[in-house]
């Protein structure tokens, strides 16, 4: 309904709203009139009725108190000068009809409705009243009245009726009123869309709203009139435009195209290097964490002072770097030409603990040497007995010098990356470096106390042990032994065969002594061609059967030079024991050198004891002892 | 309540003035009912013993009525009591407000009527025949076998009595020079 509405003309639809308008005024007027008269003719009509009952109560009294039927009656025939009225009864008080007033043909209502007390009904076309007569306060009697709305009615419609007329013909002015009106609406729209119909049909900007009006339609007709003519100046320049847009367009799409092909790969590539440098930086990352370690374990060899001491650096460092699998770390003894195992750590492969450098490749070719899958790989002789694991070995070199061999065993599981190699070359680097420095350390401290012809410790060396050893032996109550010895007419072997016999006397003398001494002792060439034995712990006795030994020992070395045998050695020995002798080194060494003087004094090759105590002459009489024959 | 009580004492009464007026039942009976309803429809002038005093009733005679009678004494009539009083003495009737001269007096009626005449605000009713014409004021009377009456306005109108209107619709005969509607 309301589809269809909108779809018919404005029009049509204004008439509509106009005669829907007025229909529905004029007749809600026509019903509350009709309506309102109605119900004025019914309360008057009740109202009259009522008074008619009063008036015609009041004067039945006297006939209803008497009884008097036909003065009753009389009284109710006055009710014949009103047409509407139809029944009027009389009752006594018992409620028994006096008399009785009737319209012919009116059916009364029933008595029954009626209770004794005041009533008024309208039913219908009928108004019913009852009222109880009283007189001087005592009830002597009722009455009921009926009359019919019928003449009131026809009274109703003569009025209504002309009314109803009124309306049509009101209704009818003002629909021609509202068509007139409605044109000046209609007319200006319907030349609006015909137009825009036209347009749209003809495809023609060209045209243009012809209305003189300042309202709305004007507005809007003034509205499409610019929209027009700013449409057709956009047709102009989108004309002039197309053909360059359609150019850039097939540019663009060819460019856009290339573009997207670029993007795509670039894509690619850059998802690739973000991978590669997602995996770099992890990388990175170990590496740093690894050369981190190194350079610490760098610094904890730089402080190592003996080859012993690496041991737990090297484990704890290299574990941490390598927490997978074990290894070992083996050093190369130049003088057994042995490649010896100092120590190892985790899980380790069952390897050689002492091997020949032949036996292993890495120290072969002076290279790393991989073998990551033991199946099929070279196995170096010296692992080739353990079980199947890929490993490592690295060879350490510093300076040009073997130093050993670093040894990584992987577990079953794990292999031996590229990152892992690293790790071990730069491991295998730092630590041939460290042990080289320690060695060069050791050596260069052998230097500082040895003396180099004979090999024995020097005097400067003496002397710190010596003072060492008594500071201790003092504190703890033990002795030391101090054994001074000569060789006996060394000056002879000089002159007689020549220096370098004397140095071969010296150097094989002091072998000797190496030899015989216990490893505690401490074997020194304490100048020219006299030695000391400094014997920590050592009493009397016992250095005097050591000096004894040393005495009767040295004539059975065979000597030999130049393919000639030397003459015998024989040496004379002076003994003295701390604290009999001396708690201190001068007074001690003192004491020796004076028992030796005795004992050169008393024809050399013996030995001879220190006498007790007094050492200060022994000192004094030490030039003299040098200037011995 | 009450208001109850007095409509079922006014039924009772109602149906009991509805049987008297038929013939079979006591002639007397009607009357005393035609008495009580006449004091209804008559104004007494004003009096100085106020508008709410005593409404004697006197019986000058023979009491032909009965026990019927009494059953009005203690009545109220206009806001009156009525009392019944039964006399054989004239001088008594100064006081009444209503006289019954009863048929025993037919004799004695001329000087009955001559003693009456001079009393102002008393109303006389009687059932001898002539009443109203000799100057009684109401006269009742049977005719076929009803109770109808008749009324004296002139006699009325010098006792200073007014009858109302609609009792004189229902009267037989009016003799009256004028009447007081």
């Known amino acids: 309904m309301i589809r269809r509405f909108k779809n018919i003309s404005i029009g049509h639809k204004l008439l509509i709203i106009y005669g829907i308008a007025c229909f529905v005024v004029l007749s809600l007027s026509a019903v509350v009139l009709t309506v309102s008269t109605w119900l004025n003719a019914r309360d008057a009509a009740q109202v009259e009725l009522e008074s008619i009952a009063k008036l015609i109560g009041a004067n039945s009294t006297a006939a209803l108190v008497f009884n008097d039927t036909g003065a009753a009656q009389e009284i109710l025939e006055t009710l014949r000068t009103n047409p509407d009225v139809m029944l009027g009864v009389l009752f006594n008080p018992a409620g028994e009809e006096l008399s009785r007033y009737q319209e012919p043909g009116f059916e009364p209502v029933s008595r029954a409705l009626i209770d004794d007390t005041e009533t008024t009904l309208i039913d219908g076309m009928q108004v019913t009243v009852y009222r109880p007569i009283t007189l001087d306060g005592q009830a002597v009697g009722s009455i009921l009245l009926q009359s019919t709305l019928h003449s009131r009615l026809a009274h109703l419609q003569g009025t209504i009726l002309p009314l109803l007329g009124m309306l049509l013909v009101t209704f009818a002015i003002a629909m021609a009123i509202a068509l007139v009106l409605a044109r000046s609406i209609t007319l200006p729209i319907r030349h609006l869309s015909d137009l825009m119909v036209r347009i749209s049909r003809e495809d023609n900007f060209q045209l243009r709203a012809r209305l003189n009006q300042k309202d709305e339609i004007g507005v809007l007709a003034e509205g499409v009139n610019g929209m027009l003519a700013r449409i057709e100046q956009r047709d102009a320049e989108i004309g002039a435009h197309r053909h360059h847009l359609e150019e850039q367009v097939e540019k663009r799409t060819a460019e856009l195209r290339d573009a997207n092909l670029r993007v795509k790969t670039e894509l690619e590539e850059l998802a690739r290097a973000e991978k590669e440098l997602k995996q770099a930086h992890q990388e990175l990352e170990l590496q740093h964490t690894n050369s981190s370690l190194l350079s610490e374990m760098n610094d904890r060899l730089q402080v190592c002072h003996a080859i012993e001491d690496i041991s737990p650096v090297v484990t704890h460092y290299l574990h941490r770097l390598l927490p997978e699998g074990g290894g070992g770390l083996y050093l190369f003894d130049r003088t057994r030409s042995l490649v010896e195992s100092v120590v190892t750590w985790g899980e380790m492969a069952s390897v050689d603990a002492v091997f020949a450098q032949e036996e292993c490749w890495a120290l072969r070719q002076g290279r790393l040497h991989v073998v990551e899958d033991p199946e099929s790989g070279l196995l170096c002789p010296h692992c080739s007995n353990g079980s199947a694991q890929a490993y490592v070995c690295a060879p350490m070199i510093a300076y040009g010098e073997l130093i050993g061999v670093l040894h990584l065993s992987a577990t079953e599981t794990s292999s031996i990356s590229g990152a892992t190699r690293q790790v071990i070359l730069s491991a295998a680097e730092h630590l041939a470096v460290a042990i080289a420095n320690l060695r060069l350390r050791e050596a260069l401290h052998m230097k500082s106390v040895r003396d180099p012809l004979t090999d024995l410790f020097n005097r400067r060396y003496l002397q710190e042990t010596l003072e060492r050893e008594l500071a201790r032996t003092n504190r703890n109550g033990h002795s030391t032994a101090v054994l001074m010895i000569d060789i006996d007419h060394f000056k002879g072997f000089n002159d007689l065969y020549g220096h370098e016999a004397g140095d071969i006397v010296l150097r094989e003398f002091a072998t000797f002594l190496r030899d015989t001494v216990r490893t505690e002792d401490v074997a020194c060439r304490y100048g020219g061609e006299e030695f000391i034995i400094l014997m920590p712990g050592a009493d009397l006795e016992i250095a005097r059967e050591r000096a004894e030994q040393i005495r009767s020992g040295a004539p059975e070395l065979s000597l030999v030079h130049n393919g000639k045998a030397v003459p015998k050695v024989r040496v004379s020995v002076g003994v003295a024991v701390s604290p009999l002798h001396g708690d201190n080194v001068e007074a001690l060494i003192g004491a020796a050198d004076a028992a030796l003087y005795t004992a050169k004094r008393d024809g050399r090759d013996r030995v001879r004891l220190a006498k007790p105590v007094n050492g200060t002459g022994a000192l004094r009489d030490r030039k003299r002892v040098n200037q011995r024959p | ?181």
């Not at chain 2, 002038?45 to 019927?68: K, N, S, W």
């Not at chain 2, 009267?171 to 004028?178: H, I």
């Open chain 2, 1 to 181: 309540m009450n208001a109850y009580r007095i409509l079922i004492a006014c039924l009772a009464l109602a149906v009991a003035v509805t049987a008297m007026a038929r013939a079979d039942t006591g002639e007397y009976e009607v009357k005393a009912a035609f008495i009580y309803n006449f004091a209804k429809f008559v104004e007494w002038p004003e009096t100085d013993a106020g508008a709410d005093a005593a409404m004697p009733l006197c019986i000058l005679g023979d009491d032909p009525f009965g026990p019927v009678l009494d059953t009005l004494n203690g009545r109220t009539i206009q806001g009156r009591s009525m009392n019944v009083v039964r006399t054989r003495n004239l001088t008594d009737l100064s006081r009444c407000s209503i006289v019954f001269v009863s048929s025993s007096e037919r004799r004695r009626i001329d000087e009955i009527m001559q003693h009456l005449s001079g009393i102002s605000g008393l109303l006389t009713i009687s059932d001898i025949g002539g009443f109203a014409e000799h100057g009684g004021m109401i006269e009742l009377r049977l005719a076929d076998d009803r109770v109808r009456f008749l009324v004296n306005l002139d006699s009325a109108g010098r006792a200073e009595l007014s009858i109302s209107s609609r009792i004189l619709r229902l009267a037989q005969s009016v003799v009256a020079g004028e009447t007081d509607t």
